[in-house]
């Protein structure tokens, strides 16, 4: 089945500094990568997510790309803000089936 | 937030009990999922269905079975609770696309279960 990586584990922010999680999958097959974002004591919710068709997304202050290649994708959050704390999960869906791999988590903390 | 419940929110159980966790939704939705959240492993996938009496497992299934008898309800059952399976369990419902397999998944908010 699929693996995804998830890199790093934790990450400290100063508000207003750029945050960049990364992950990587080991299915070639997979064509799906969302992120979802999780507040502390809350369910997690798709903040972005991405096609194999397409190398690189933004919504707001959150992108996301995605390198087919090296089977790696990551997002980025600019002018990060106290509310952007939470875990965010990357995840990998496979083409021939209706589940997704999620990666272990980044727990993203933003200093004021 | 999309109608998704589950049930019950916490639960405190001894080893060797079984134990029932239902979700239950009012989207109408095709695809059900039973997840559980541990530190440092994420979301991992305990089993799915694609439809009613349809179900398949996941990467964790072991000691789990599930059941779906009706389009809103997916029953997530461990026969014998083991301290292991001391985890946060989140359902999630999916509506996928006409001719695709990808969509967004919505999370009910979470069962905490304790296995003493």
């Known amino acids: 089945g699929e693996n995804v990586e998830q890199h790093p584990s934790t990450l400290s922010v100063q508000e207003g500094d750029s945050a960049v999680i990364k992950c990587t999958y080991s299915?070639?097959?997979?064509?799906?990568f969302p992120w979802y974002k999780q507040e502390l004591g809350k369910r997690p919710q798709l903040i972005i997510d991405?096609?194999?068709?397409?190398g690189e997304k933004k919504d707001q202050r959150i992108a996301v790309t995605l390198n087919k290649t090296a089977k790696h994708f990551s997002l980025h959050i600019t002018e990060t803000q106290p509310e952007d704390s939470a875990v965010y999960f990357c995840a990998a869906h496979h083409s021939n089936d209706y589940k997704l791999s999620f990666g272990a988590g980044t727990t993203v903390t933003v200093r004021a | 937030d999309a109608g998704i419940t589950q049930s019950p929110r916490h639960k405190v159980t001894e080893t060797g009990t079984p134990v029932t966790l239902r979700c239950h939704q009012t989207e109408n939705h095709r695809y059900m999922y039973w997840y559980r959240q541990d530190p440092g492993h994420g979301l991992r996938l305990i089993h799915y269905?694609?439809?009613?009496?349809?179900?398949d497992k996941g990467e964790v299934s072991d000691g789990y079975s599930v059941s779906r008898s009706k389009t809103e309800d997916f029953l997530l059952t461990l026969e014998s609770a083991t301290s292991s399976q001391t985890s946060v369990y989140f359902c999630a419902i999916s509506a996928l696309a006409s001719g695709s397999h990808t969509g967004e998944l919505f999370f009910g908010e979470g069962s905490r279960l304790t296995v003493l």
């Open positions: 299915d070639s097959a997979s064509n799906y």
């Open positions: 991405i096609r194999s068709n397409v």
């Open positions: 269905s694609y439809g009613v009496k349809d179900t």
